[in-house]
């Protein structure tokens, strides 16, 4: 038996603790199989914290991910955390966790399953077959850069914000999409705003300079409103695409419609040390405690954290081949139902159950606690 693997989950508001819950299922059962010994401790964050701690994000929770081998988060965010001071928000653990952990590369892997082309509101022929990963920057650009704030002046008030990239910070992600690309079809379209913004600038110059290391990699570059309109013209033309922080943000969340639904797409954030995996979406607050959100983009998660973090690439893509057969059988949430009639209308508890069969028939879940 291997060393114990201490999973830090973060459940988080709305939606978040209803689809971890359902993800951590699929990691304890794949750990079994594989004779992976795990260890989880879970920590409120954003609301859930303030809520409890008064703060997004408590030392203890922070240590404890500092000690871990991987992250799983849920969502964070509400209506009713609108109101706090902007580092009181609910999103501000996240900014923090992403910083403290230093997990610079975020990769979003975008990909179609044949029973849900129909889902997608763009046309089939379109969408079918495309495998997109996203590689998006995430502890630098506009989320994080100083000075911003809101000033009174002669004219009414004033926001700023401010967007800068470091060359060091390119560099890192940048290694990140072309070791990625290499495991691909060795293409990158790296995303920018060259024809407005220096940052954008040294960005081009940067990966085209990174780009020298991996002559074997085809390299283009795009600007990122042409990006936005050809991931709906044509998106099977991209493997690896690599773009900043905010960029990656609204690509990402546009190219979720691919799949049929933001409720489908997992991520893992990445850095040197430490990985954190979520789903994309937010906390779904229009749905949270019904038992009606899609758990799939976190398990899938799940699959990420087997292959990233836990050395079980074997268990990743029994994962995701779970996740193929329970859309094969007919398995829908309400964000991807088209309603005919061989499909099964699930709630969130219905479609982990789906898939865990599917990973182990023998096995139920009151089996694994
Ligand atoms: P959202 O992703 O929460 O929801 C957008 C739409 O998609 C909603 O109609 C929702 O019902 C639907 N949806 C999302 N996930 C779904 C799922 N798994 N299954 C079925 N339907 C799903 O985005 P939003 O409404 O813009 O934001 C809500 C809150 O979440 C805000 O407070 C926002 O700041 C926060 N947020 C958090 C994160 C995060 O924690 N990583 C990311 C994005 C937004």
């Known amino acids: 038996m ?22 951590i299922k699929i990691l304890q059962t794949v750990c079994k199989r594989h004779d992976k010994k795990l260890s989880i401790r879970s920590f409120p964050v954003g609301g859930a914290s303030i809520d409890r701690y008064g703060r997004p994000l408590t030392e203890e929770a922070l240590t404890a991910c500092r000690k871990s081998s991987a992250i799983l988060l849920g969502a964070v965010g509400g209506g009713k955390w609108n ?11 996240l900014l923090q966790l992403r910083k403290e952990l230093d997990l610079f590369a975020n990769l979003r892997p975008i990909t179609t399953y044949k029973s849900l082309l129909k889902s997608s509101p763009l046309k089939q022929e379109i969408v079918s077959g495309v495998d997109i990963m996203i590689v998006r920057e995430l ?13 009174q002046t002669e004219q009414g008030e004033r926001g700023v914000d401010t967007l800068s990239y470091t060359t060091e910070e390119i560099e890192r992600v940048a290694h990140t999409a072309f070791e990625t690309a290499a495991k691909r079809d060795r293409k990158i379209t790296s995303v920018d705003k060259a024809n407005v913004l220096d940052s954008s600038r040294l960005w081009r110059k940067t990966v085209q300079e990174s780009a020298k290391q991996w002559p074997e990699i085809e390299l283009q570059h795009m600007l990122v409103d042409n990006c936005a ?12 695409i690599l773009t900043g922080n905010m960029f990656g943000d609204i690509l990402s969340d546009e190219a979720s419609m691919i799949t049929g639904s933001i409720g489908m797409l997992p991520s893992a954030s990445l850095g040197e040390e430490f990985a954190m995996y979520e789903p994309v979406h937010g906390s779904a607050p229009d749905i949270a405690g019904q038992n009606k959100a899609n758990p799939l983009a976190a398990i899938a998660s799940v699959a990420l954290m ?17 996740i193929e057969a329970t859309l094969n059988d007919g398995f829908r949430t309400g964000d991807i139902s088209s ?31």
């Open 229 to 240: 309109m050809q991931l709906v013209r044509n998106p099977k033309q991209f493997d690896v």
């Open 83 to 93: 109101d706090q001071p902007k580092d009181k928000r609910p999103e501000a653990a």
């Open 306 to 322: 087997c292959r990233y973090s836990l050395g079980m690439p074997e268990a990743a893509r029994e994962i995701e081949a779970a």
């Open 139 to 151: 502890t630098g650009g506009i989320y994080f850069g100083r000075p911003r704030f809101i000033e």
């Open 339 to 369: 309603k005919p009639s061989k499909e099964y209308l699930a709630d969130t508890t219905d479609m982990g159950s789906a898939v865990l069969k599917h990973l182990n028939p023998y096995m139920q879940p009151g089996n694994l606690l």
């Open 2 to 23: 291997s060393k114990t693997k201490e999973i830090v989950v973060l459940p988080g508001d709305g939606i978040g603790p209803e689809v971890t819950k359902e993800a």
